[in-house]
């Protein structure tokens, strides 16, 4: 290896040269080896500790370093195979030592498919197996959930080295450009790359400067590996698409008057909505409601490159500053959206409840039809409280009040149902035109967002109802109860702030809506609701009617939004099948993959809302990012052993206090009572309690905000010691120092077995 290399090094010219070097070589020789000076110390220090992390070099006793001969402590594992008794086998992601790389043996996980899959996992030495690990899952990531793709910005040292800092949170190590890639970078570009073999880093797209607004959301697109970019084959097949006559299978709607109503901004528009009273006399009281969506299926056809595409996106993404559609705009604002006055071709089902709210019958069509408006929730809540404006004067005796009076029909049967009713405040992002964000407000719940989610959800059980009763396969939405160990903690954590109901919480939504009636419009209300929802278990797709719990329905699918959710495109097609309603129904071939297609969109499901929570959180930061120093109202909304979450008052953006910054002391998480105590002072930090917070730090790219604290429930906080205090607990710190006790313990025996002999005197 030549000592006169001029470019910063790669991870994989450190590896070779320590291995070149036959015995384990210090920082100071590696630094010599590759002349590194002035600024390129910090980076060199910190890519030397990424790579034993990474498991590429082994520390040894004496802080030397040498090629690997195990794993780290923590790691990413591919999941091999599936062992003799059920445990997962896997082998590290990474492994750059030699021969074959470690076993790691896992306990099973919910996964029952897992072979393919990776997760991050804490190991353990098996003892007395050679290269075989013990590996606690921390997190086990989906096919989709580990991309590939890291975002950072650059920055040169010098002027012929430039390093990569990824927009992550905590601050990772930043790693070195490749020589070939100067020329194409300038200082705080913002760049999309990809790792390759030994960490080094290969630049796929150079997106713009770091300090552009603009640019927050491509982060979380390309972090994620969510596609936004439609290819020429898809976007050539939409080309000549038009809308369909009438004629067939398909029905005149036109002389219904439907309208649609969304929010101020929404761009394309896949459901109408109609009420009237129903007039047949064995119904009396009853209504006639007439649900009309955009028939996605007419024009996304099984075996089509537009198909393949929808469903690789699974989903539409919606971030604060764009929406990465899962059709073409062609299809998503134009021909499926059903804009007023134009005809458009539509899935429609008409509905027909009793007086009590409960589904009587329903029929299933396809047609033409023409939206008599287009209304903002806004507009019909304003017309209902008696302030119409010039669009929605006409249609009240004929639209807008039939359409209410339905509604709380149908509400009234949500109550009686015992429907989950969860109040959690939510906020959105408010942008200007050139990107910067304007304000974060608290989004308003009006009656007119209930009454489109309560017709939507009379659509859904219809469409359920439908697939369930036919016998052919479709993908139903579910929501399992919450397991019994959840529900246990919640009910642990009720007793303990004196708010327990006269009955435990039981998997009924009626008995956890007693506690939360009970809880409404006091100090406890947030709290409950928060402890309520993590209780919860996660919605899915799934190939079987499971149920859901949190709407108390025996049976849900999703029907209403095709255009934004291939699950309702995968049902459209079902119902074209089960009635006969044209030739591009659920094919054969996709009925034998229902249950992947099923897995697939949950984890689309899951990858889309990671992707807006860390947008909003990039936002939240850029907001905020001139004011620190400032201090904020908030509430304690999480806490682990290394902190304090908090979420503001202002803003509903999160915000972290790591326990260095809280008053001296060692804490403890007690996870039954959910309350971080200080073990000298036994002074408590609990869930959801008011705080008065100071912003410490904020970090744009990665999203994340540090704060102190300043006020808790109303009590003044001390200012955070300057060294920051007792950071680790007790057991922690008591482990450390036997580590370390150990580690001296080695070196002195090592030392000791590798002693040079004393010459021996010269016998006389």
């Known amino acids: 290896m030549s000592k006169n290399r001029k470019h910063f090094p790669s991870a994989d010219d450190i590896l070779a040269f320590v291995k070149d070097s036959g015995t384990p070589a210090t920082k100071r020789e590696i630094s010599r080896a590759f002349r590194i000076q002035g600024q390129d110390r910090v980076a060199f220090k910190q890519l030397l500790k990424q790579m034993v992390e990474d498991g590429m070099l082994a520390q040894t006793a004496g802080k030397s370093y040498a090629p690997p001969g195990g794993l780290p402590d923590v790691t990413t594992v591919k999941i091999t195979e599936i062992g003799g008794d059920g445990e997962w086998l896997a082998v590290p992601e990474k492994w750059h030592g030699d021969g074959r790389p470690p076993l790691v043996i896992m306990k099973p996980g919910k996964d029952n498919d897992p072979v393919g899959t990776k997760a991050l996992v804490r190991l353990r030495p098996v003892h007395g197996q050679n290269k075989t690990y013990e590996g606690r899952i921390i997190k086990h990531f989906s096919p989709h959930e580990h991309s590939t793709h890291i975002v950072g910005t650059i920055h040169f040292p010098t002027p012929d080295a430039a390093l990569f800092f990824p927009a ?425 993959q229902i249950e992947s297609i099923a897995d697939h969109i949950s984890e689309t499901e899951r990858r889309s809302m990671g992707a807006e929570r860390k947008s909003v959180d990039r936002f939240a930061a850029l907001y905020l990012k001139d004011r620190t120093g400032a201090e904020f109202r908030a509430t304690i909304g999480g806490m682990s052993r290394a902190g304090l979450f908090v979420t503001l008052t202002e803003t509903g953006s999160d915000g972290f206090i790591p326990c260095r910054l809280l008053p001296n002391d060692y804490y403890m998480h007690d996870e039954k009572r959910h309350m971080l105590v200080g073990r000298k002072t036994k002074f408590s930090f609990q869930l959801c309690a008011p705080v008065k917070v100071k912003l410490k730090e904020i970090d744009v790219m990665g999203g994340s905000m540090i704060f102190t604290l300043v006020e808790y429930d109303g009590r003044e906080m001390p200012e955070p010691p300057p060294d920051g205090g007792m950071r680790k607990p007790y057991r922690q710190a008591r482990r450390k120092k036997l580590n370390d006790d150990g580690k001296k313990r080695d070196k002195r025996d090592f030392q000791k077995k590798h002693k040079k002999p004393k010459g021996k005197k010269r016998q006389k």
């Not at 080094?200 to 150079?206: G, K, L, P, S």
């Not at 304007?438 to 009006?446: A, G, N, S, V």
Request: net charge negative; hydrophobic share 40%.
């Open 168 to 592: 992550e949170r905590g601050n990772p190590a930043p790693l070195p450009v490749p020589k070939e890639f100067l020329e194409k970078v300038k200082e705080n570009d913002l760049v999309a790359a990809v790792y390759t073999p030994g960490r080094d880093i290969r630049i796929v797209d150079v997106l713009g400067q770091q300090d552009d607004p603009k640019l927050l959301t491509l982060i979380a697109i390309y972090q994620e590996g969510i596609p936004n970019v439609f290819p020429d084959e898809v976007l050539k097949e939409c080309e000549d698409m038009s809308v369909p006559e009438v004629g067939g299978a398909r029905k005149d709607l036109s002389h219904i008057s439907l309208v649609t109503i969304d929010g101020a901004d929404a761009r394309d528009f896949d459901d109408a909505v109609f009420a009237e009273p129903d007039t047949d006399p064995q119904n009396k009281g009853g209504w006639h409601i007439v649900v009309a969506i955009a028939d996605v299926s007419y024009y996304v056809r099984p075996g089509t490159p537009l198909n393949e595409h929808a469903l690789e996106r699974g989903n539409s993404t919606y971030f604060p500053d764009r929406v990465v559609p899962m059709l073409p705009e062609k299809l998503s604002n134009e021909l499926c959206s059903l804009m007023p006055n134009v005809p458009r071709a539509c899935m429609a089902v008409h509905l027909w409840i009793d007086k009590h709210g409960e589904l009587q019958k329903y029929e299933f069509i396809r047609g033409l039809m023409k939206s008599k408006a287009r209304l903002t929730y806004e507009q019909v809540e304003d017309a209902h409280n008696g302030h119409p404006d010039a669009t929605t004067k006409p249609l009240m005796e004929t639209v807008i009040k039939p359409l209410y009076e339905a509604f709380h029909v149908l509400d009234k049967s949500r109550t009686v149902r015992g429907a989950l009713e969860l109040d959690l405040p939510e906020y959105q992002v408010r942008l200007n035109e050139d990107g910067t964000v304007k304000e974060m407000t608290r989004r308003t719940r009006l009656d007119s967002h209930k009454l489109i989610e309560e017709f939507m959800i009379l659509a859904n059980i219809a469409a359920a109802q439908a697939i369930e009763d036919s016998g052919v396969p479709g993908i139903f939405r579910i929501h399992p109860p919450p397991e019994s160990g959840r529900l246990a903690a919640a009910n642990d954590f009720l007793k303990s702030i004196g708010q327990s109901a006269a009955k435990a919480l039981s998997p009924v939504p009626k008995d956890i809506n007693a506690i939360l009636e009970k809880v409404k419009n006091t100090k406890f209300s947030e709290v409950v609701n928060t402890i309520v929802l993590r209780s919860q278990s996660q919605a899915l797709y799934h190939p079987e009617n499971k149920g859901h719990f949190g709407l108390s329905l025996t049976h849900y699918a999703h029907f209403t939004s095709p255009i934004r959710r291939y699950a309702d495109l995968i049902v459209h097609r079902a119902l074209i099948r089960i009635f006969k309603l044209g030739k591009d129904g659920l094919t054969d071939d996709e009925i034998s």
